[in-house]
């Protein structure tokens, strides 16, 4: 061949399998997939059936009044990024543990804050909530912490603990102890054993998917809203009714 020549090549012809599917995962995900900024305070905050007021707290601080005007509280979370600001997947299992601590005991946010600087300091793990050891020893001697400082009677600590264990059932952990996937509540009144959706960095961008073969539930209930039938929508993903009518269920719910 002469130097500087280019061969003959057949041309190039797209074929759809060469495209790679947003709700597919890898098989080796990103070691930090999971402390990328991807979610707005708005998505998170419907993910998590939280209110947008109560997780921007818990992420940027608050200010509260003061004899000489107002001071400022820091934020429980470390948020993913500041500007423009956004929450990582770790951000989303830090705010769905505080969702049991906080929100379904209404407890003062100082004690809160006590409990977790005693747990970084005295068990010498840092970001407890984002830890398995939440599920062992840990998580005992954390709550039972957290008890006192919010003076929680033994029978109101038995309670936090079965409702602090429901939330962490919904939490999968890798073998590095670190959360790879969140199954969320799908609304106040479902079922708590039901884990229909699920939420990975690694599948749909970090998106809530149909766990069974991982279909966005905002694409399901968008061609609800457009007119088509549960059962249309149900045959060409391969789905039961039932999967169908939670994924529109948690992408209404309010």
């Known amino acids: 061949m002469q130097a500087g020549h280019v061969p003959n090549l057949p041309p190039f012809r797209y074929n759809a399998k060469m495209s790679v599917s947003p709700s597919k995962p890898t098989r080796k995900p990103a070691a930090n997939s999971r402390d990328l900024a991807a979610y707005t305070f708005a998505e998170a905050a419907r993910y998590l059936r939280l209110p947008q007021a109560t997780l921007r707290s818990w992420l940027l601080g608050r200010q509260y009044p003061t004899a000489d005007g107002s001071g400022q509280f820091p934020p429980l979370i470390r948020l993913a990024s500041p500007r423009p600001p956004l929450l990582s997947f770790a951000n989303l299992i830090e705010a769905h543990v505080l969702r049991s601590l906080r929100t379904e005991h209404?407890?003062?946010?100082?004690?809160?804050?006590?409990?977790?600087?005693?747990?970084?300091?005295?068990?010498?793990?840092?970001?407890?909530?984002?830890?398995?050891?939440?599920?062992?020893?840990?998580?005992?001697?954390?709550?039972?912490?957290?008890?006192?400082?919010?003076?929680?009677?033994?029978?109101?600590?038995?309670?936090?603990?079965?409702?602090?264990?429901?939330?962490?059932?919904?939490?999968?952990?890798?073998?590095?102890?670190?959360?790879?996937?969140?199954?969320?509540?799908?609304?106040?009144?479902?079922?708590?054993?039901?884990?229909?959706?699920?939420?990975?960095?690694?599948?749909?961008?970090?998106?809530?998917?149909?766990?069974?073969?991982?279909?966005?539930?905002?694409?399901?209930?968008?061609?609800?809203?457009?007119?088509?039938?549960?059962?249309d929508v149900a045959a060409d993903y391969d789905l039961g009714r039932s999967e169908i009518e939670q994924a529109i269920l948690y992408e209404r719910a309010a």
Not at 157 to 175: G, I, N, P, T
Not at 219 to 225: G, M, P
């Open 106 to 231: 209404g407890v003062p946010v100082k004690a809160l804050r006590s409990a977790l600087a005693f747990a970084e300091k005295s068990l010498g793990i840092d970001r407890l909530l984002l830890r398995r050891e939440l599920c062992t020893g840990a998580g005992k001697v954390f709550l039972e912490r957290y008890g006192e400082l919010i003076e929680l009677t033994a029978s109101g600590q038995l309670a936090m603990r079965q409702l602090f264990d429901e939330h962490l059932k919904r939490v999968e952990w890798d073998s590095s102890k670190l959360p790879v996937r969140l199954y969320p509540f799908v609304s106040a009144a479902a079922p708590r054993a039901e884990h229909p959706i699920v939420i990975d960095p690694r599948i749909a961008f970090g998106r809530p998917v149909v766990v069974r073969n991982s279909i966005s539930t905002s694409a399901i209930a968008e061609r609800i809203d457009a007119g088509e039938s549960v059962e």
